[in-house]
């Protein structure tokens, strides 16, 4: 094999569905030299982590936890924990990533009954209730912040209640607005919720944040059949990251580094000036957008200041801007996916991207790209 050389990728702009910018602080500490993961400056490390991230969640959850790997192995810990074989999940219809839950609850051993709604608006609180009453299931799934589609989802508190009306755990995932856009698990009363590091947070992948209410665990640990995959298995990580700390898998440790320096950021902006700030900044974006004659997907208020769907004028393809975006100006975006593939792209304005430079630069860049 000829020599390889050092690794020199090119220099991006982040500005697409993820992974978003990174901070430097966030750099420099995913670079720190690691120490053992049972060393007990390491132990240190995860309970700091830990409190942040329930500050960060908005929950006094004692179950909170940084699961190894990305997005998804922390979505599939909590479905496939609080799922049990036979078991039936309400997952919603209007975007990618409810499909991905529903296949992730079928291979738990549960039945996935979707909430036909279309792609590009929220659920309504009023169709959960009825899919509730119907199929009288035990978890449901809510994408508080769906990727592909740049759909928000604003009534949480009246889901979780049409949910626990019929005794069913909220499973929700806040992949793309954790850090970004106003989420209170305890107050709206979300059993579980799930993110990933690369999104709001400014992270690189590997580490995301994973929490499960005291009467979720308590499900999780009275199962009859242990959870399918031992690695995501919450009462096996009980051993790690609760009062034992004893060996159940090899922590990435340069990830809870990362994330834990991520969240210390947010501590230190404030959560609400944080939401505020990617509000403000997405508002722009968007303005820009308009006035280079990009199109809307999403009514006003469904729409996610972390990532906007537009059209783009004139029937251009979403593939070639993005390539030219990418080749000719270094900046990220990204097409649509799945019902919006071909005739919309996704714009990011996440964490350390919703400031005035990446979204002037994105703007001007893609000015550039229309003319
Ligand atoms: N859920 C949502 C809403 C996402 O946007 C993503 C990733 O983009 C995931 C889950 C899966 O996360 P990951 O790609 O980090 O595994």
Same mark, same amino acid.
């Given at each position: 094999?000829?020599?390889?050389d050092?690794?020199q ?8 569905p993820?992974?978003?910018?990174t901070?430097? &602080?966030?750099?420099? /500490?995913f670079?720190?030299?690691p120490?053992?993961h ?7 490390v995860?309970d700091e982590?830990q409190d @942040?991230?329930?500050?960060t ?11 190894s ?9 909590a479905?496939?924990? @609080? ?11 209007n975007?990618?990533?409810?499909g ?9 051993g549960?039945e ?7 792609w590009?608006?929220? @659920?309504d ?5 009825a899919?509730c009453?119907?199929?009288?299931p035990d978890v449901?799934?809510?994408?508080h912040a769906?990727?592909s ?12 209640? /049409?949910?626990?009306d019929h ?5 929700a995932d ?9 989420f ?10 799930y993110?990933a590091?690369?999104?709001?947070l $400014?992270?690189p992948?590997g ?6 209410s ?7 640990l009275?199962?009859?059949?242990p959870? &399918?995959s031992?690695?995501?298995?919450? $009462?096996?990580?009980?051993g790690?990251w609760?009062e034992e ?7 990435p ?9 991520a969240?210390r ?11 505020e700030r990617h509000?403000r900044f997405?508002?722009?974006l968007?303005?820009? +957008? ?9 009514a006003p208020s469904a729409?996610?200041? $972390? +990532?906007?769907?537009a059209?783009l004028?004139?029937?251009?393809a979403p593939?070639?801007v ?6 000719e100006h270094?900046v990220e975006?990204a097409?649509? +996916? ?10 990011g304005?996440?964490?350390?991207g ?5 979204? @002037?630069e ?5 000015g550039?790209?229309?003319?």
């Open positions: 094999m000829d020599s390889v050092e690794l990728p090119p220099d991006r702009l982040l500005m697409g993820g992974p978003s910018e901070h430097p &602080r966030v750099l420099r /500490a670079g720190t030299p120490i053992g049972l060393d007990p400056a390491f132990v240190e995860m982590t @942040l991230l329930r500050e969640l908005r929950t006094d959850n004692e179950w909170t936890i940084p699961v790997g990305t997005g998804s192995a922390a979505m599939e810990a479905v496939g924990n @609080l799922l049990e074989p036979g078991e039936t999940m309400l997952v919603p219809g975007g990618y990533f409810g991905r839950m529903a296949e992730m609850a079928r291979r738990a549960g996935a009954v979707t909430i036909e709604t279309p590009g608006e929220p @659920l609180p009023e169709d959960v209730r899919a009453a119907e199929h009288d449901v799934g809510v994408v769906e990727t589609t740049g759909v928000r989802q604003p009534s949480m508190p009246a889901i979780t209640e /049409a949910a626990h005794d069913a755990f909220v499973l806040c992949v793309t607005s954790l850090g970004g856009i106003e209170r698990m305890d107050e709206w009363g979300v059993d579980a919720a993110s590091g690369q999104k709001c $400014s992270c992948p580490a995301s944040p994973l929490s499960i005291d009467g979720a665990m308590e499900k999780v009275d199962r009859e059949d959870v &399918r031992w690695y995501l298995d919450l $009462s096996l990580l009980e790690y609760g700390r004893s060996y159940h898998h090899t922590a440790v340069n990830n809870i580094y990362a994330l834990r320096e969240l950021l947010i501590h230190e902006e404030g959560l609400v000036a944080r939401w509000r997405s508002g722009a968007r303005e820009g +957008l308009w006035a280079l004659g990009l199109e809307p997907v999403v729409r996610l200041p $972390s +990532l906007t769907t059209r004028p004139g029937g251009l593939g070639a993005v390539e030219t975006m990418r080749e270094d975006i097409t649509g +996916l799945g019902a919006f593939a071909d005739e919309a792209v996704r714009i304005c996440m964490g350390h919703a400031r005035r430079g990446p979204v @002037l994105t703007l001007g860049a893609l550039e790209t229309l003319s």
